[in-house]
Protein backbone atom coordinates (compact mmCIF):
# COMPACT_ATOMS: atom_id res chain seq x y z
CA UNK A 1 0.00 0.00 0.00
CA UNK A 2 2.88 2.23 0.43
CA UNK A 3 4.69 1.27 -2.13
CA UNK A 4 1.57 2.41 -4.24
CA UNK A 5 1.32 5.64 -2.60
CA UNK A 6 4.78 6.89 -3.13
CA UNK A 7 4.52 5.86 -6.79
CA UNK A 8 1.57 7.89 -6.97
CA UNK A 9 3.13 11.04 -5.49
CA UNK A 10 6.07 10.43 -7.95
CA UNK A 11 3.36 10.41 -10.86
CA UNK A 12 1.64 13.37 -9.42
CA UNK A 13 5.06 15.15 -9.12
CA UNK A 14 5.66 14.45 -12.83
CA UNK A 15 2.16 15.70 -14.27
CA UNK A 16 2.64 18.91 -12.49
CA UNK A 17 6.00 19.27 -13.61
CA UNK A 18 5.03 18.73 -17.50
CA UNK A 19 1.58 20.82 -17.07
CA UNK A 20 3.77 23.20 -15.90
CA UNK A 21 5.93 23.56 -19.59
CA UNK A 22 2.38 23.75 -21.76
CA UNK A 23 1.68 27.32 -22.92
CA UNK A 24 -1.26 26.29 -25.35
CA UNK A 25 -4.56 26.46 -23.62
CA UNK A 26 -6.09 23.56 -25.73
CA UNK A 27 -3.06 20.87 -25.46
CA UNK A 28 -2.84 22.51 -21.62
CA UNK A 29 -6.74 20.79 -21.14
CA UNK A 30 -5.98 17.96 -23.37
CA UNK A 31 -2.69 16.68 -21.25
CA UNK A 32 -4.44 17.48 -17.81
CA UNK A 33 -7.51 15.47 -18.56
CA UNK A 34 -5.07 12.66 -19.83
CA UNK A 35 -3.14 12.76 -16.68
CA UNK A 36 -6.46 12.78 -14.91
CA UNK A 37 -7.42 9.61 -16.53
CA UNK A 38 -3.86 8.09 -16.32
CA UNK A 39 -3.40 8.77 -12.81
CA UNK A 40 -6.69 7.42 -11.52
CA UNK A 41 -7.46 4.56 -13.94
CA UNK A 42 -11.01 6.03 -15.21
CA UNK A 43 -12.46 5.23 -18.11
CA UNK A 44 -13.20 8.91 -19.11
CA UNK A 45 -12.70 12.58 -18.17
CA UNK A 46 -13.87 15.92 -18.49
CA UNK A 47 -12.79 19.23 -17.15
CA UNK A 48 -16.36 21.13 -16.44
CA UNK A 49 -15.75 25.22 -15.97
CA UNK A 50 -18.68 26.86 -14.65
CA UNK A 51 -19.29 30.15 -16.91
CA UNK A 52 -23.00 31.09 -15.54
CA UNK A 53 -25.29 28.57 -13.03
CA UNK A 54 -26.95 27.54 -15.95
CA UNK A 55 -23.74 27.31 -18.68
CA UNK A 56 -21.31 24.68 -17.91
CA UNK A 57 -18.50 24.05 -20.63
CA UNK A 58 -17.16 20.81 -21.06
CA UNK A 59 -13.83 19.76 -22.58
CA UNK A 60 -12.67 15.97 -23.30
CA UNK A 61 -9.29 14.68 -23.60
CA UNK A 62 -8.53 16.40 -26.84
CA UNK A 63 -8.78 19.36 -25.56
CA UNK A 64 -12.33 20.35 -27.37
CA UNK A 65 -15.31 22.16 -26.33
CA UNK A 66 -17.86 19.66 -26.44
CA UNK A 67 -21.83 20.30 -26.25
CA UNK A 68 -23.88 18.31 -23.56
CA UNK A 69 -21.83 15.28 -22.84
CA UNK A 70 -23.57 12.26 -20.85
CA UNK A 71 -21.89 12.43 -17.41
CA UNK A 72 -23.30 13.18 -13.79
CA UNK A 73 -25.13 16.70 -13.88
CA UNK A 74 -25.85 16.37 -10.18
CA UNK A 75 -22.58 15.27 -8.81
CA UNK A 76 -20.46 18.29 -10.73
CA UNK A 77 -23.13 20.60 -9.50
CA UNK A 78 -22.94 19.09 -5.54
CA UNK A 79 -18.74 19.82 -6.50
CA UNK A 80 -18.98 23.44 -7.45
CA UNK A 81 -21.58 24.43 -4.86
CA UNK A 82 -20.22 22.77 -1.62
CA UNK A 83 -16.58 22.99 -2.47
CA UNK A 84 -15.61 19.96 -1.28
CA UNK A 85 -14.39 16.87 -4.03
CA UNK A 86 -17.07 13.75 -4.38
CA UNK A 87 -15.42 10.08 -5.21
CA UNK A 88 -18.22 7.69 -5.74
CA UNK A 89 -17.80 4.03 -5.93
CA UNK A 90 -20.48 1.12 -6.30
CA UNK A 91 -19.83 -1.54 -4.09
CA UNK A 92 -20.31 -5.03 -4.65
CA UNK A 93 -24.13 -5.24 -4.46
CA UNK A 94 -24.53 -2.58 -6.96
CA UNK A 95 -25.16 0.12 -4.09
CA UNK A 96 -23.49 3.39 -2.53
CA UNK A 97 -23.92 5.40 -5.90
CA UNK A 98 -27.07 7.83 -5.24
CA UNK A 99 -29.53 6.46 -8.38
CA UNK A 100 -29.48 10.21 -9.74
CA UNK A 101 -31.31 9.34 -13.34
CA UNK A 102 -27.93 10.21 -15.26
CA UNK A 103 -26.24 7.72 -13.37
CA UNK A 104 -28.54 5.12 -13.74
CA UNK A 105 -28.81 5.79 -17.24
CA UNK A 106 -24.74 5.99 -17.74
CA UNK A 107 -24.38 3.30 -15.97
CA UNK A 108 -21.95 4.77 -13.78
CA UNK A 109 -19.42 2.04 -11.63
CA UNK A 110 -17.60 4.91 -10.09
CA UNK A 111 -17.23 8.66 -10.01
CA UNK A 112 -14.72 11.04 -8.90
CA UNK A 113 -14.84 15.13 -8.87
CA UNK A 114 -12.57 17.80 -7.32
CA UNK A 115 -13.42 21.35 -7.33
CA UNK A 116 -10.92 23.65 -8.99
CA UNK A 117 -10.66 27.86 -9.24
CA UNK A 118 -9.01 28.91 -12.50
CA UNK A 119 -10.27 32.58 -12.64
CA UNK A 120 -7.97 35.02 -11.02
CA UNK A 121 -10.23 37.76 -8.73
CA UNK A 122 -10.28 41.13 -10.37
CA UNK A 123 -9.17 43.10 -6.92
CA UNK A 124 -5.88 40.56 -7.49
CA UNK A 125 -6.23 39.27 -3.50
CA UNK A 126 -6.12 35.50 -3.19
CA UNK A 127 -8.81 35.38 -0.86
CA UNK A 128 -10.90 31.86 -0.76
CA UNK A 129 -13.20 31.99 -3.91
CA UNK A 130 -15.59 30.02 -4.60
CA UNK A 131 -14.85 26.65 -7.89
CA UNK A 132 -15.74 27.96 -11.30
CA UNK A 133 -14.58 24.28 -12.63
CA UNK A 134 -13.90 20.72 -11.83
CA UNK A 135 -11.99 18.30 -12.60
CA UNK A 136 -14.30 15.06 -13.48
CA UNK A 137 -13.59 11.64 -13.85
CA UNK A 138 -15.84 8.70 -14.25
CA UNK A 139 -16.48 4.65 -15.19
CA UNK A 140 -18.93 2.74 -16.70
CA UNK A 141 -17.15 -0.76 -17.49
CA UNK A 142 -13.99 -0.66 -15.11
CA UNK A 143 -14.93 -1.16 -11.44
CA UNK A 144 -13.15 0.05 -8.74
CA UNK A 145 -10.26 1.69 -11.01
CA UNK A 146 -9.98 3.87 -7.87
CA UNK A 147 -11.04 4.36 -4.46
CA UNK A 148 -11.66 6.71 -1.07
CA UNK A 149 -7.91 6.50 -0.68
CA UNK A 150 -7.33 8.50 -4.06
CA UNK A 151 -9.93 11.30 -3.36
CA UNK A 152 -7.01 13.24 -1.74
CA UNK A 153 -4.64 12.98 -4.35
CA UNK A 154 -7.22 13.31 -6.97
CA UNK A 155 -7.66 16.84 -5.30
CA UNK A 156 -3.97 17.80 -4.80
CA UNK A 157 -4.03 17.41 -8.66
CA UNK A 158 -6.93 19.34 -9.43
CA UNK A 159 -5.45 22.22 -7.40
CA UNK A 160 -2.02 21.86 -8.77
CA UNK A 161 -3.36 21.98 -11.71
CA UNK A 162 -5.27 25.34 -11.29
CA UNK A 163 -2.37 27.28 -9.72
CA UNK A 164 -0.82 25.94 -13.32
CA UNK A 165 -3.44 27.66 -15.41
CA UNK A 166 -3.41 30.96 -13.09
CA UNK A 167 -0.16 31.10 -13.39
CA UNK A 168 -0.31 30.62 -17.07
CA UNK A 169 -3.09 33.32 -17.08
CA UNK A 170 -0.90 36.00 -15.26
CA UNK A 171 2.19 35.45 -17.31
CA UNK A 172 -0.56 36.25 -20.28
CA UNK A 173 -1.41 39.13 -18.74
CA UNK A 174 1.90 40.50 -18.01
CA UNK A 175 2.87 40.11 -21.52
CA UNK A 176 0.36 42.05 -22.55
CA UNK A 177 0.88 44.67 -20.63
CA UNK A 178 4.62 44.39 -21.59
CA UNK A 179 3.46 45.22 -25.08
CA UNK A 180 1.02 47.96 -24.38
CA UNK A 181 3.58 49.44 -22.35
CA UNK A 182 6.10 49.00 -24.75
CA UNK A 183 3.93 50.40 -27.88
CA UNK A 184 3.09 53.39 -25.43
CA UNK A 185 6.54 54.31 -24.50
CA UNK A 186 7.38 53.06 -28.12
CA UNK A 187 5.12 55.88 -29.12
CA UNK A 188 6.38 58.80 -26.66
CA UNK A 189 10.13 58.37 -28.05
CA UNK A 190 8.95 58.58 -31.43
CA UNK A 191 11.33 60.75 -33.56
CA UNK A 192 8.47 61.90 -35.91
CA UNK A 193 6.69 63.69 -33.21
CA UNK A 194 9.98 65.73 -31.86
CA UNK A 195 8.83 69.11 -31.87
CA UNK A 196 10.53 71.05 -34.46
CA UNK A 197 10.95 72.19 -38.10
CA UNK A 198 13.82 74.25 -38.22
CA UNK A 199 16.66 73.20 -40.91
CA UNK A 200 19.30 71.76 -38.23
CA UNK A 201 16.57 69.41 -36.58
CA UNK A 202 15.66 68.11 -39.97
CA UNK A 203 19.02 67.03 -40.18
CA UNK A 204 18.86 65.66 -37.28
CA UNK A 205 15.68 63.47 -38.11
CA UNK A 206 17.51 62.66 -41.33
CA UNK A 207 20.31 60.88 -39.78
CA UNK A 208 17.83 59.21 -36.81
CA UNK A 209 16.15 57.73 -40.60
CA UNK A 210 19.46 56.53 -41.53
CA UNK A 211 20.17 54.80 -38.28
CA UNK A 212 16.69 53.43 -37.63
CA UNK A 213 17.78 49.53 -39.03
CA UNK A 214 21.29 50.08 -38.21
CA UNK A 215 23.23 48.75 -35.05
CA UNK A 216 25.62 51.37 -34.76
CA UNK A 217 27.16 53.30 -31.65
CA UNK A 218 26.43 56.75 -31.30
CA UNK A 219 27.80 60.12 -30.22
CA UNK A 220 25.15 62.83 -29.47
CA UNK A 221 26.68 66.25 -28.48
CA UNK A 222 24.87 69.82 -27.69
CA UNK A 223 24.10 71.90 -25.00
CA UNK A 224 22.65 71.24 -21.46
CA UNK A 225 19.04 70.56 -22.03
CA UNK A 226 18.86 70.46 -25.88
CA UNK A 227 17.31 67.11 -25.69
CA UNK A 228 20.31 64.36 -25.70
CA UNK A 229 18.43 61.90 -23.84
CA UNK A 230 15.38 62.37 -26.28
CA UNK A 231 17.39 61.74 -29.14
CA UNK A 232 18.85 58.24 -27.46
CA UNK A 233 15.59 57.01 -26.33
CA UNK A 234 14.15 57.70 -29.83
CA UNK A 235 17.53 56.08 -31.52
CA UNK A 236 16.73 53.12 -29.08
CA UNK A 237 12.63 52.79 -29.65
CA UNK A 238 13.11 52.94 -32.97
CA UNK A 239 15.43 49.89 -33.61
CA UNK A 240 15.51 46.23 -33.73
CA UNK A 241 16.50 46.24 -29.98
CA UNK A 242 13.15 48.33 -29.34
CA UNK A 243 12.10 45.27 -26.91
CA UNK A 244 14.79 45.18 -24.92
CA UNK A 245 16.63 46.80 -22.18
CA UNK A 246 17.89 50.68 -22.38
CA UNK A 247 20.01 51.45 -19.79
CA UNK A 248 21.49 54.93 -19.00
CA UNK A 249 24.27 56.10 -16.17
CA UNK A 250 25.29 59.65 -16.04
CA UNK A 251 28.85 59.64 -15.65
CA UNK A 252 29.09 62.85 -14.35
CA UNK A 253 26.99 62.47 -10.80
CA UNK A 254 29.29 59.07 -9.95
CA UNK A 255 32.82 58.85 -8.79
CA UNK A 256 35.07 57.08 -10.79
CA UNK A 257 34.89 53.79 -8.64
CA UNK A 258 31.06 53.98 -8.20
CA UNK A 259 30.67 54.69 -12.40
CA UNK A 260 32.59 51.23 -12.64
CA UNK A 261 31.12 49.54 -10.94
CA UNK A 262 28.13 50.41 -12.01
CA UNK A 263 28.81 49.87 -15.50
CA UNK A 264 30.99 46.37 -15.36
CA UNK A 265 29.65 45.08 -12.10
CA UNK A 266 31.53 43.68 -8.85
CA UNK A 267 32.25 40.03 -8.62
CA UNK A 268 31.76 38.13 -5.32
CA UNK A 269 34.37 38.15 -2.21
CA UNK A 270 36.55 41.00 -4.41
CA UNK A 271 36.17 42.73 -0.85
CA UNK A 272 35.05 41.50 2.84
CA UNK A 273 31.11 40.99 2.81
CA UNK A 274 30.88 42.12 -1.16
CA UNK A 275 28.34 40.62 -3.17
CA UNK A 276 28.27 39.48 -6.85
CA UNK A 277 25.95 42.20 -8.63
CA UNK A 278 25.95 42.94 -12.45
CA UNK A 279 26.88 45.74 -14.39
CA UNK A 280 25.01 47.84 -16.94
CA UNK A 281 26.02 46.28 -19.55
CA UNK A 282 25.84 42.79 -18.54
CA UNK A 283 21.91 43.75 -17.93
CA UNK A 284 21.60 45.44 -21.38
CA UNK A 285 22.49 42.22 -23.19
CA UNK A 286 21.33 42.89 -26.49
CA UNK A 287 19.45 46.14 -25.54
CA UNK A 288 20.92 49.50 -25.44
CA UNK A 289 23.81 51.20 -22.75
CA UNK A 290 23.19 55.09 -22.63
CA UNK A 291 26.24 57.01 -21.52
CA UNK A 292 25.19 60.48 -20.42
CA UNK A 293 28.29 62.94 -20.11
CA UNK A 294 30.64 60.73 -21.28
CA UNK A 295 33.50 63.13 -21.43
CA UNK A 296 33.42 63.36 -17.75
CA UNK A 297 34.35 60.28 -17.34
CA UNK A 298 37.58 59.11 -15.92
CA UNK A 299 40.59 58.08 -18.27
CA UNK A 300 40.64 54.56 -16.86
CA UNK A 301 36.59 54.13 -17.13
CA UNK A 302 37.30 55.46 -20.72
CA UNK A 303 40.06 52.84 -21.31
CA UNK A 304 37.84 49.89 -20.04
CA UNK A 305 34.47 51.08 -22.26
CA UNK A 306 36.72 51.11 -25.55
CA UNK A 307 37.59 47.63 -24.86
CA UNK A 308 34.51 46.65 -24.44
CA UNK A 309 33.37 48.34 -28.10
CA UNK A 310 36.05 46.83 -29.75
CA UNK A 311 36.00 43.04 -28.19
CA UNK A 312 31.71 43.34 -27.01
CA UNK A 313 33.71 41.97 -23.76
CA UNK A 314 34.40 42.94 -20.26
CA UNK A 315 35.24 41.95 -16.54
CA UNK A 316 33.62 42.57 -13.52
CA UNK A 317 35.11 44.58 -10.80
CA UNK A 318 38.03 41.65 -9.18
CA UNK A 319 36.94 39.20 -12.17
CA UNK A 320 38.88 37.29 -14.20
CA UNK A 321 37.01 35.43 -17.02
CA UNK A 322 35.93 37.88 -19.60
CA UNK A 323 32.10 38.29 -20.19
CA UNK A 324 30.65 38.79 -23.64
CA UNK A 325 27.49 40.67 -23.99
CA UNK A 326 25.51 42.05 -27.35
CA UNK A 327 24.89 45.90 -26.61
CA UNK A 328 24.42 48.92 -28.43
CA UNK A 329 26.30 52.30 -27.23
CA UNK A 330 24.87 55.28 -27.38
CA UNK A 331 26.98 58.32 -25.49
CA UNK A 332 26.46 62.32 -25.20
CA UNK A 333 27.70 65.21 -23.83
CA UNK A 334 27.96 68.84 -23.31
CA UNK A 335 31.17 69.61 -23.58
CA UNK A 336 33.78 70.15 -26.81
CA UNK A 337 34.73 67.15 -27.32
CA UNK A 338 37.35 68.46 -29.34
CA UNK A 339 38.74 70.23 -26.83
CA UNK A 340 38.62 67.27 -24.28
CA UNK A 341 40.56 65.33 -26.70
CA UNK A 342 43.06 68.30 -26.95
CA UNK A 343 43.78 68.84 -23.25
CA UNK A 344 44.00 64.74 -23.08
CA UNK A 345 40.86 64.63 -21.15
CA UNK A 346 39.33 62.37 -23.44
CA UNK A 347 40.84 59.36 -25.79
CA UNK A 348 40.92 60.33 -29.17
CA UNK A 349 40.52 56.13 -30.07
CA UNK A 350 36.86 56.44 -28.40
CA UNK A 351 35.89 59.60 -29.88
CA UNK A 352 37.18 58.03 -33.51
CA UNK A 353 34.78 54.73 -32.07
CA UNK A 354 31.59 56.41 -31.34
CA UNK A 355 31.68 59.31 -33.59
CA UNK A 356 30.69 56.68 -36.43
CA UNK A 357 27.52 58.62 -37.05
CA UNK A 358 27.92 62.07 -34.66
CA UNK A 359 24.87 63.83 -33.86
CA UNK A 360 25.20 67.81 -32.79
CA UNK A 361 21.89 68.80 -31.36
CA UNK A 362 21.41 72.64 -32.27
CA UNK A 363 20.74 75.31 -28.97
CA UNK A 364 17.12 76.73 -29.07
CA UNK A 365 18.56 80.28 -29.85
CA UNK A 366 19.65 79.00 -32.99
CA UNK A 367 16.11 76.96 -33.72
CA UNK A 368 14.61 79.55 -35.89
CA UNK A 369 10.51 79.07 -35.94
CA UNK A 370 11.14 76.46 -33.32
CA UNK A 371 10.34 78.80 -29.91
CA UNK A 372 6.71 79.22 -30.79
CA UNK A 373 6.00 75.53 -31.07
CA UNK A 374 7.92 74.59 -28.13
CA UNK A 375 5.81 76.86 -26.21
CA UNK A 376 2.82 76.07 -27.28
CA UNK A 377 3.44 72.58 -26.66
CA UNK A 378 4.76 72.88 -23.27
CA UNK A 379 1.74 75.60 -22.23
CA UNK A 380 -1.14 72.79 -23.67
CA UNK A 381 0.80 69.82 -21.60
CA UNK A 382 1.13 71.93 -18.27
CA UNK A 383 -2.72 73.42 -18.87
CA UNK A 384 -3.93 70.04 -19.46
CA UNK A 385 -1.82 68.11 -16.23
CA UNK A 386 -2.86 70.84 -13.60
CA UNK A 387 -6.43 71.54 -15.42
CA UNK A 388 -5.71 75.42 -15.52
CA UNK A 389 -7.48 78.03 -17.67
CA UNK A 390 -4.08 79.96 -19.60
CA UNK A 391 -5.01 80.24 -23.26
CA UNK A 392 -1.75 81.25 -24.27
CA UNK A 393 1.01 84.00 -24.22
CA UNK A 394 0.25 88.13 -24.36
CA UNK A 395 2.36 90.17 -26.84
CA UNK A 396 4.84 91.14 -24.08
CA UNK A 397 5.41 87.61 -22.59
CA UNK A 398 5.95 86.98 -26.35
CA UNK A 399 8.23 89.70 -27.43
CA UNK A 400 10.40 89.30 -24.02
CA UNK A 401 10.41 85.13 -25.00
CA UNK A 402 11.83 85.87 -28.39
CA UNK A 403 15.01 88.63 -27.23
CA UNK A 404 16.13 85.93 -24.48
CA UNK A 405 18.90 84.03 -25.16
CA UNK A 406 17.62 80.61 -23.43
CA UNK A 407 20.91 79.64 -21.61
CA UNK A 408 19.54 76.17 -20.38
CA UNK A 409 17.70 75.77 -23.68
CA UNK A 410 14.53 73.39 -24.26
CA UNK A 411 14.81 72.49 -20.45
CA UNK A 412 14.66 76.06 -18.60
CA UNK A 413 11.83 76.70 -21.73
CA UNK A 414 9.68 73.98 -20.15
CA UNK A 415 10.69 75.20 -16.26
CA UNK A 416 9.72 78.87 -16.91
CA UNK A 417 6.57 77.63 -18.98
CA UNK A 418 5.24 75.11 -16.05
CA UNK A 419 5.91 77.82 -13.79
CA UNK A 420 4.42 80.85 -15.57
CA UNK A 421 1.09 78.85 -16.88
CA UNK A 422 0.78 78.74 -12.67
CA UNK A 423 1.50 81.76 -11.82
CA UNK A 424 -0.82 83.71 -13.91
CA UNK A 425 -3.40 85.44 -12.91
CA UNK A 426 -5.21 85.62 -15.79
CA UNK A 427 -6.05 83.62 -19.47
CA UNK A 428 -2.90 84.87 -20.56
CA UNK A 429 0.93 84.42 -19.64
CA UNK A 430 1.90 87.50 -19.22
CA UNK A 431 5.94 88.92 -18.95
CA UNK A 432 6.02 89.01 -15.18
CA UNK A 433 5.12 85.49 -15.02
CA UNK A 434 7.93 84.25 -17.05
CA UNK A 435 10.31 86.14 -13.98
CA UNK A 436 13.21 86.65 -17.45
CA UNK A 437 15.30 89.60 -17.07
CA UNK A 438 16.91 91.24 -20.28
CA UNK A 439 20.17 92.46 -20.31
CA UNK A 440 19.64 96.20 -19.79
CA UNK A 441 16.56 96.52 -18.80
CA UNK A 442 15.81 98.89 -15.67
CA UNK A 443 14.00 95.71 -13.68
CA UNK A 444 18.03 93.89 -14.45
CA UNK A 445 19.23 96.60 -11.97
CA UNK A 446 19.51 95.48 -8.48
CA UNK A 447 21.75 95.35 -5.34
CA UNK A 448 25.11 93.47 -5.52
CA UNK A 449 23.73 91.47 -2.80
CA UNK A 450 20.65 90.04 -5.09
CA UNK A 451 23.15 89.68 -7.98
CA UNK A 452 25.24 87.14 -5.69
CA UNK A 453 21.78 85.56 -4.77
CA UNK A 454 20.89 84.77 -8.53
CA UNK A 455 24.22 83.61 -9.37
CA UNK A 456 24.13 81.15 -6.03
CA UNK A 457 21.07 80.00 -7.17
CA UNK A 458 22.12 79.62 -10.67
CA UNK A 459 25.17 77.94 -9.97
CA UNK A 460 23.27 75.32 -7.97
CA UNK A 461 20.49 74.51 -10.50
CA UNK A 462 23.09 73.83 -13.14
CA UNK A 463 25.08 71.90 -11.10
CA UNK A 464 22.15 69.71 -9.90
CA UNK A 465 21.32 69.07 -13.47
CA UNK A 466 24.48 68.08 -14.01
CA UNK A 467 24.35 65.57 -11.77
CA UNK A 468 20.61 64.18 -12.15
CA UNK A 469 19.62 66.08 -8.79
CA UNK A 470 22.10 63.86 -6.81
CA UNK A 471 22.65 65.81 -3.65
CA UNK A 472 26.02 64.34 -2.43
CA UNK A 473 27.14 64.86 -5.82
CA UNK A 474 25.97 68.24 -6.65
CA UNK A 475 27.83 69.48 -3.12
CA UNK A 476 31.02 67.42 -3.66
CA UNK A 477 31.22 69.49 -7.35
CA UNK A 478 30.16 73.18 -5.38
CA UNK A 479 32.70 72.41 -2.12
CA UNK A 480 29.69 72.40 0.14
CA UNK A 481 28.66 70.07 2.63
CA UNK A 482 25.05 68.06 1.73
CA UNK A 483 23.44 69.56 4.38
CA UNK A 484 23.96 73.24 3.62
CA UNK A 485 23.34 72.63 -0.18
CA UNK A 486 19.93 71.13 1.17
CA UNK A 487 19.51 74.46 2.87
CA UNK A 488 20.24 76.91 -0.17
CA UNK A 489 17.92 74.16 -2.41
CA UNK A 490 14.76 75.11 0.20
CA UNK A 491 16.09 79.18 0.47
CA UNK A 492 15.88 79.56 -3.52
CA UNK A 493 12.92 76.87 -3.94
CA UNK A 494 14.76 74.83 -5.97
CA UNK A 495 13.16 72.21 -7.71
CA UNK A 496 15.13 68.72 -7.48
CA UNK A 497 12.36 66.44 -8.77
CA UNK A 498 13.72 63.59 -11.59
CA UNK A 499 13.68 65.02 -14.72
CA UNK A 500 13.74 61.91 -16.79
CA UNK A 501 10.92 61.51 -18.58
CA UNK A 502 10.80 65.36 -19.83
CA UNK A 503 9.60 65.39 -23.57
CA UNK A 504 12.43 67.23 -25.33
CA UNK A 505 15.70 67.68 -22.97
CA UNK A 506 18.26 65.04 -21.83
Known amino acids: MIFRENEKIQMLVSIVETLSTIADDKALIRNLIFSAKDFTGAERGFLVRRISDNDLRFYDSEGAQIANPKVSLSVIHNVLNSNKPVCLIEDDEGHSIPPTSSILALDLKSIMVAPMSLEIPTDGVNNAVSPDAVLYVDSRVVSK ?66 LRPTDLDVLITGDTGTGKELIAKAIHYSSSRSHKPFRQINC ?18 VAT ?89 PPLKERNGDLRLLADYFLSEVVKDSNLNVKGFSNDAWDVMQQYSWPGNIRELKHRIQSAAILARGNLVQQQDLGIRLPGDASDIQP ?29 KLKLKPADLKKKIQKYKINTESQADESDAD
Open 448 to 476: LSEKRKVFEKTAIMHTLDRCNNDIRCAAD
Open 145 to 210: PFDNKDLDLFMVLAQHSAAVWKNKLLVNRLEEDFKLLHAEVQSKFDYHKIIGKCEAMQKVYEILEV
Open 252 to 269: AALPESLVEAELFGVEKD
Open 273 to 361: EVKSRRGMIESAHEGTLFLDEIADMSTRVQNRILHFLETRRFRKIGGREEIQADVRVLAATNRDINEAVSRGEFRDALRYRLEVVPIHL
